[in-house]
């Protein structure tokens, strides 16, 4: 199941929450391994012990056998009437279990958040309104369950009584011994017994249904970005080439909305491309159709002249390296995090990658340098701390494209002169393209690219845009107010 949902398309987990789908598999499997482990048992022995008294009735007495057998139709109706209702409470009942779920994690996850705005009192309140909904379900499947196993049990001993009843007058009448009558009536009543264990187990096996359709559903989500049958090779060639052609593209979520609308770009071999633009303009977007987390709706991206779908997904990842806008970072210590996509990487490598991060400084001063444990999501570093890291975690594997989305936080001064000396050491090793808020990294690239409401809107160097480009004249004063003034003070 995990291997399924780690291989699905991003925008999978947009539609269904992550936290949902996490407590879907705790809930629903520790069912199923409670139905398998002792249900199932019980079912099993209940059912020879069924057959085996069944045998033993008739070779004792076929005439009440039978008077016995007939009220079996009157005992499976029940059970399938009340089966489906337990199967389809069952269902709602683990949905709701699982919205308990998901509302604690993300609660506690961001515990922070949560105090910071006194949001605990509604936190509370949202989660016993969410335990409450799976309570009254639950009681909704355990009446429903009740109902079933009491009509069971009617059914079961009015039989008994009646094959009592005719038993009693075959001994008074001669036809049977009393011996005879009561070896039957034990029989009887071992069958009757496994009747109702079974009735109720199978309750609990609807449940185990119930639970295993949505996990069935979950483990036939097809993924939305198929590999080629007949994958391109690309390998690792030394030096790459970006084209991306006419690129149009909406979110799934938000089919209405053009985040990109026919965007046309370069990145030659070696160069450095500044990508700027207001929030919202769709750079990070650009980032994810590069990676091939989304297909476009239009247009295409070329590396290397191979269309993206044409290759590998694994094989053009390989390619890029990426640090994310906000660093996520995992729990673990900060040697996991950095070798995460070169699990193999040499501690010449690591160290050539922290030095290039400008993190080997960091890291040294940790009381357990590479070895510091973090928490879940990275707890435990500075922000500047772990952007750099990041920056790390993309080098490592020495990547043919590098795509960096600056944060848009702001770093002090020294972290900033950090990675700016970084992207510095990189330029010429490999392709860059930097979605950035920095006058000091625009000034830096080859080129910059203006992205505004998904088009690109202007290119060219900093200089040639700020006399040629209303817009990003107007956008630089805007966002890089404090440091361009004293740049471009003389200019004035
Ligand atoms: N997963 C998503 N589903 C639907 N819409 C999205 C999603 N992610 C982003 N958007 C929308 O797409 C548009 C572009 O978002 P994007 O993250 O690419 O902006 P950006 O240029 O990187 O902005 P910023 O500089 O603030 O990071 C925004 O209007 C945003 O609301
Ligand atoms: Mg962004």
Redesign the pocket.
């Given at each position: 199941m995990f291997d399924h949902l780690i291989h699905l398309h991003p925008g999978y987990f947009e539609t269904n929450q992550p936290t949902e789908i996490q407590s879907r598999i705790t809930t629903d499997t520790t069912l199923l391994q409670t139905v398998i482990g002792s249900s199932v048992s019980i079912a099993l022995r209940n059912v020879l012990l069924f057959f085996g008294g069944v045998v033993l009735l008739f070779i004792t007495n076929a005439k009440l056998s039978l008077l016995v057998l007939m009220s079996i139709p009157l005992v499976v109706a029940p059970v399938i009437i009340f089966g489906r209702r337990v199967r389809k409470l069952s269902r709602s009942s683990q949905d709701t279990l699982a919205e308990v779920g998901s509302y604690a994690g993300e609660s506690l996850r961001y515990v922070k958040i949560v105090q910071a705005f006194n949001h605990e009192p509604a936190d509370v309140s949202e989660f016993a309104q969410r335990v409450e909904n799976a309570f009254a379900v639950a009681v909704r499947r355990i009446r429903q369950r009740a109902w079933l196993v009491a009509l069971v049990m009617l059914v079961v001993l009015a039989a008994i009584a009646t094959m009592l009843w005719v038993g009693g007058q075959d001994v008074i009448g001669g036809a049977t011994s009393p011996g005879e009558l009561a070896a039957f009536i034990f029989y009887a009543f071992m069958v009757a017994g496994s009747v109702g264990a079974i009735s109720e187990v199978y309750s609990d096996l609807q449940r185990a249904a119930g639970a295993t359709e949505r996990l069935v559903e979950l483990l036939q989500a097809p993924c939305a970005l198929p590999e080629p049958a007949q994958p391109m090779h690309i390998g690792v060639p030394d030096e790459i080439t970006v084209v991306v052609d006419q690129l149009s593209f909406t979110y799934p979520s938000r089919p209405d909305t053009r985040v990109l609308d026919g965007v046309s770009l370069r990145i030659d071999p070696g160069e450095m491309v500044a990508l700027v633009g207001p929030?919202?303009a769709g750079?990070?977007?650009l980032?994810d159709l590069l990676q091939r987390f989304y297909d476009p709706q239009a247009g295409s991206i070329k590396v290397n002249d191979l269309d993206l779908p044409t290759v590998r997904l694994a094989d053009l990842r390989n390619l890029i390296g990426f640090v994310p806008?906000d660093p996520v970072l995992f729990a673990g210590t900060l040697r996991d995090n950095l070798i995460y996509g070169k699990l193999d990487a040499s501690d010449d490598a690591i160290s050539h990658a922290l030095d290039l991060a400008h993190a080997t400084e960091f890291v040294a001063a940790l009381p357990d340098g590479l070895n510091t444990v973090l928490g879940e999501s990275g707890v435990g570093l500075s922000g500047g701390q772990k952007q750099r890291l990041a920056i790390g975690r993309a080098l490592i594997s020495d990547p043919r494209l590098l795509l960096l989305?600056e944060a848009?936080s702001a770093l002090d001064a020294r972290s900033e002169s950090y990675i700016r000396e970084s992207i510095n050491d990189l330029k010429g090793q490999c392709s860059i393209l930097v979605?950035a808020h920095r006058l000091s990294t625009v000034r830096q690239a080859d080129r910059i690219i203006v992205l505004d409401g998904g088009r690109v809107v202007g290119q060219g160097s900093h200089n040639e845009l700020m006399s040629s480009n209303v817009l990003y004249r107007r956008f630089a004063e805007i966002q890089f107010a404090g440091e361009l003034i004293p740049a471009t003070g003389t200019d004035r």
């Open positions: 929030s919202g750079k990070s977007t980032f806008q989305d848009t979605i």
